[in-house]
């Protein structure tokens, strides 16, 4: 079943998505050679406890920590560590919070000092496909539609869209339905409605799409040892179009 949300309801999702916003942000400003990706964790935890939120992802299916930092072939889930990040590396960092009784999930993947060509276009791509998914999130299209957006715009760039992890509704708890493939063909799945409240994901691979997890039980891998970028948005479905809840002004990223 699938929880359409009321204006109230959409209203009081707001600031759950502003928080992770922001903490997103403080996160991408941190993000330098030497930090490791327990600082990064322990930079996220605060504001949000601070804010009177609690961290979604502490203590789901046993997961120990408040982001995911996945690590240039780690595609999502990665556990933060001691690990240091160092020049050229691409971090994805994934953080979902509660405020007031709603999720918001988000993500962004960023760059490490200067990187190669192929990282820095894999990062853009993958944004860009998140946004061309996204702008498919209105009334009257189907939910397949997102993800037919995303995969064009990946494959037309020579990426590829890891199948295994989709994207999800999000409301009241953090995996809701639908499901959200970010490829496929369009025109499939459930009719997208006013009210519909959805977290779309895309994992963009610069090589093969397989992807395997690590003995850890989280981190997410490619197969074939290539960068992995994934972004992410907590989008509304209004009548007036996507209204992106994950972001400072409401519209743009
Ligand atoms: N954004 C991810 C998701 O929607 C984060 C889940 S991490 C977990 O599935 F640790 F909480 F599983
Ligand atoms: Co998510």
């Known amino acids: 079943m699938i929880v359409c949300?009321?204006?109230?309801?959409?209203?009081?999702?707001?600031?759950?998505?502003?928080?992770?916003?922001?903490?997103?942000?403080?996160?991408?400003?941190?993000?330098?050679?030497?930090v490791t990706t327990a600082d990064l964790d322990a930079i996220a935890e605060r504001p949000i406890?601070?804010?009177?939120?609690?961290?979604?992802?502490?203590?789901?299916?046993?997961?120990?920590?408040?982001?995911?930092?996945?690590?240039?072939?780690?595609?999502?889930?990665?556990?933060?560590?001691?690990?240091?990040?160092?020049?050229?590396?691409?971090?994805?960092?994934?953080?979902?919070?509660?405020?007031?009784?709603?999720?918001?999930?988000?993500?962004?993947?960023?760059?490490?000092?200067?990187?190669?060509?192929?990282?820095?276009?894999?990062?853009?791509?993958?944004?860009?496909?998140?946004?061309?998914?996204?702008?498919?999130?209105?009334?009257?299209g189907r939910i397949s539609d997102i993800g037919h957006a995303v995969q064009r715009h990946v494959e037309a760039h020579g990426f590829s869209v890891v199948r295994e992890f989709v994207g999800h509704g999000i409301g009241e708890k953090m995996h809701e339905e639908p499901q959200i493939p970010n490829y496929g063909e369009p025109g499939r799945g459930p009719r997208l409605v006013e009210g519909m409240v959805l977290a779309i994901e895309p994992m963009v691979n610069a090589g093969k799409p397989a992807v395997k997890v690590l003995k850890d039980g989280w981190t997410a891998v490619t197969r074939d040892g290539s960068l992995s970028a994934h972004f992410e948005h907590t989008v509304a479905v209004t009548a007036g179009g996507p209204e992106i809840l994950t972001t400072l002004d409401g519209k743009s990223h």
């Open 5 to 34: 949300k009321s204006a109230a309801e959409i209203q009081r999702m707001r600031p759950a998505g502003r928080l992770v916003a922001d903490v997103l942000a403080a996160l991408r400003a941190a993000v330098q050679p030497g």
């Open 49 to 140: 406890r601070g804010a009177g939120g609690v961290p979604a992802f502490k203590g789901y299916h046993g997961y120990p920590a408040t982001i995911c930092s996945s690590v240039n072939d780690e595609v999502i889930h990665g556990i933060p560590s001691k690990r240091a990040l160092e020049e050229g590396d691409v971090v994805s960092i994934d953080c979902g919070a509660v405020l007031d009784g709603f999720y918001g999930d988000s993500a962004i993947t960023v760059p490490v000092g200067p990187v190669s060509e192929q990282a820095a276009e894999l990062l853009r791509v993958t944004e860009e496909a998140l946004h061309k998914g996204i702008a498919q999130a209105r009334p009257g």
